[in-house]
């Protein structure tokens, strides 16, 4: 064998040795847990064959504790490129074989430097978390290392689409690289994220706790929304990931990828001019109105299972991606409260940095109000979303279907934040409040005044049914120049499409700053 031939069999050797982590005991335990490796992942995750690993021999320089005894190829960390749907993304993926996954200042450089590239060269970053946190034999260095990261997800917000895979535990402060990306993903039952242990919840406050208790996907997609996606498995996981990025632009100076569709852009749907109840307090399924006018009925939802009185998620219409907004009135009547309008304003936010169009569907009755409410500051977070309605400078086609009421009206994409185009259904009605608490304020002390209950009866009936009159039409809003056309609801598909289509060249520019001041 040649000197060159036996350098060789060391590159081929020492890649083999590296793919193996943390050792084959340590894959077989990871099998064991029901988790794929890191490998495994990237492998499910990527275009076959499109993988480029960098930094494979790179080693921690750490040498408290033994460390420096313990040196293993990769350092914990799967980094590099490749492609999904033909479309560069840039990986990394924590390998919890090699010490836990735990984070060492050079796996920090390490993932640093692939998202440096993608913010160079415009592609967006997935990282597959799976890690005990700092590595505690580093010390500063690990968390320093956290700290670069964190800096490099705040400077990446808004430049590349930044996605989060959460395939195990994800404890400390090691939470907050997440959370400071656009999309955090987690596992049923195998993944975790908390910035404390169940063992330190125990002594520090006495609370007795188990990990999907405290931090399971089951937590952070329906209780606290740090969550926006969660799957059943880990491949499904990966699928969804996939899914999503394909209805996202590269960065945020490119458009999302068109999507071609042999759905008619004419279609219509005559079950829409029945879907409206006659009774106004009778609620009805918001997915049916937004399936029916989407391309194919394909609705990629985000956080479907956190705040479920308002419905965010990707679509295709006329092949274009959009993002879509809607009230649903089947939960708590459609009212927008604390989550939902962080949940909306979150998303309102994304889809403005990178270009996607938005569609608004509104049928709410107001702001949910009382002490529980007001205490948890409905105020700053109803003003999240108006914020962000307000500010978005991208393509907003707002169809009303039923009720828009006070605050609520405004908030969600009207005329005077800057909708671009506003319809309304026929049965759509644009009030400060609906006609029985109305009535109450404006002929409240008229009515307590008459003296026979029957006569009182009456005449509440007859207010209501003048102040249904005069506001429960589109026509109010109609003659005022509040809405552009109210439209049949069959041809909703076709109306906002066309929409859409008209408003490709828009440009708006907002007044030059250093940031805005968003009320957090
Ligand atoms: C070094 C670690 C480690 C860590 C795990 N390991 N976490 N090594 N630093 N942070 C090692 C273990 O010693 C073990 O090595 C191997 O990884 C597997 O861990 P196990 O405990 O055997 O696995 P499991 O039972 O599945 O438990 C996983 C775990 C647990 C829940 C993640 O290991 C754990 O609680 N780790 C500590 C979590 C934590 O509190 N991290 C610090 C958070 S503070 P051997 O060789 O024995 O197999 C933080 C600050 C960030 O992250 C600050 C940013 C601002």
New binding site residues.
């Given amino acids: 064998m040649s000197i060159q031939q036996e350098k060789i069999k060391e590159l081929v050797e020492r890649r083999a040795q590296a793919k193996l982590g943390?050792g084959q005991a340590?894959i077989d335990a990871q099998h064991a847990?029901g988790k794929l490796t890191a490998r495994e992942r990237l492998e499910l995750l990527l275009d076959e064959g499109s993988f480029e690993e960098f930094d494979q021999f790179v080693q921690h320089r750490c040498s408290d504790f033994g460390m420096d005894k313990s040196h293993i190829d990769g350092d914990g960390v799967v980094c590099g490129r490749g492609t999904i749907d033909s479309r560069q993304v840039y990986v990394f993926a924590q390998d919890?074989t090699v010490?836990?996954?735990?984070?060492s200042k050079t796996m920090s450089e390490k993932i640093c430097k692939v998202m440096d590239m993608a913010v160079r060269n415009g592609a967006p970053i997935i990282g597959l978390n799976d890690?005990?946190?700092?590595?505690?034999?580093?010390g500063i260095d690990?968390?320093a290392g956290?700290?670069e990261i964190?800096e490099r997800n705040i400077l990446a917000s808004g430049v590349v689409p930044q996605i989060s895979g959460i395939f195990?535990?994800c404890?400390?402060?090691?939470v907050?690289s997440p959370a400071l990306t656009d999309f955090t993903l987690m596992v049923d039952k195998t993944s975790?994220m908390f910035l404390?242990?169940p063992?330190?919840v125990k002594s520090v406050t006495g609370e007795s706790v188990d990990?999907e208790t405290l931090g399971g996907s089951s937590v952070h997609a329906t209780k606290s929304g740090v969550a926006a996606l969660s799957a059943p498995s880990e491949q499904q996981g990966i699928e969804d990931i996939k899914k999503l990025l394909s209805f996202l632009p590269q960065n945020n100076m490119e458009d999302s990828p068109l999507r071609p569709t042999s759905d008619p852009i004419n279609r219509t749907d005559d079950a829409l001019n029945d879907i409206i109840p006659d009774n106004p307090n009778k609620a009805y399924d918001m997915y049916g109105v937004i399936r029916s006018i989407v391309d194919d009925g394909d609705f990629f939802e985000i956080h479907k299972d956190f705040a479920q009185n308002i419905i965010v998620g990707f679509a295709h219409m006329g092949g274009r991606s959009v993002g879509v907004v809607a009230n649903q009135p089947r939960v708590i009547g459609g009212c927008l409260d604390i989550n939902a309008s962080r949940k909306a304003a979150r998303f309102v936010r994304f889809c403005d940095a990178f270009n996607i169009p938005l569609v608004t569907l509104v049928d709410v009755p107001g702001f949910l109000c009382g002490t529980h409410q007001e205490y948890g500051a409905i105020i700053s977070n109803g003003a999240k979303l108006l914020y962000a309605y307000g500010e978005a400078t991208v393509p907003k086609v707002t169809v009303t279907l039923r009720k828009s009421y006070g605050g609520a009206h405004i908030v969600m994409s009207c005329k005077q934040l800057r909708g671009d185009v506003n319809y309304a259904w026929p049965s759509a009605n644009f009030a400060v409040m609906g006609a029985d608490g109305a009535v109450e304020i404006v002929y409240g002390k008229q009515i307590k005044a008459e003296t026979d209950p029957v006569k009182a009866a009456e005449l509440r009936e007859q207010k209501k049914q003048e102040y249904n009159d005069l506001f429960c039409n589109p026509y109010q809003a109609a003659k005022k120049g509040y809405i552009e056309d109210i439209i049949e609801p069959r041809n909703t598909r076709f109306r906002v499409i066309r929409a859409l289509e008209s408003l490709k060249g828009k440009h708006q520019e907002i007044p030059a700053k250093k940031h805005d001041n968003l009320p957090l």
């Fill in positions: 943390g340590r847990k919890f010490n836990g996954g735990s984070l890690s005990g946190g700092a590595r505690i034999q580093e690990a968390l956290y700290g964190f195990g535990p404890a400390g402060g090691a907050y975790y404390t242990g063992s330190v990990q």
